[in-house]
């Protein structure tokens, strides 16, 4: 399972397209929470379709429904926080709907 708590994510749809972003719970099978955290990435936390994310083989160690400053912790032990700072082009193919 892919869409797994602690994989990092491109939104690739709507305002935050091309942000990397954190899953910290599974909703359903089309539905997961992500933050940024936004003061890192600026995606704030919210409820995202999984088709509106490209994961990537990066992956954090947290629990489920962890808090904005516990998800900032693990991105510094894993060295991730340049990473997450920077934005990704998202070209309009890969969009898959």
């Known amino acids: 399972m892919i869409e797994e708590i602690g994989r990092i994510a491109v939104k690739v749809a709507g305002r935050e397209a091309g942000r990397k972003c954190v899953i ?9 929470l992500v933050t940024g955290p ?4 600026g995606v704030r936390r919210r409820r995202s379709n999984i088709a509106h994310l490209a994961f990537t ?3 954090i160690k947290i629990e489920r429904n962890v808090s904005d400053e516990e998800v900032m912790k693990a991105l510094e032990e894993a060295g991730l926080i340049e990473y997450m ?3 990704t082009e998202v070209k309009p193919e890969a969009i898959v709907t």
């Open 57 to 59: 083989p990066h992956k």
């Open 38 to 41: 936004k003061q890192l990435t």
């Open 24 to 32: 910290v719970d599974v909703v359903d099978k089309n539905f997961v």
């Open 85 to 87: 700072k920077q934005k």
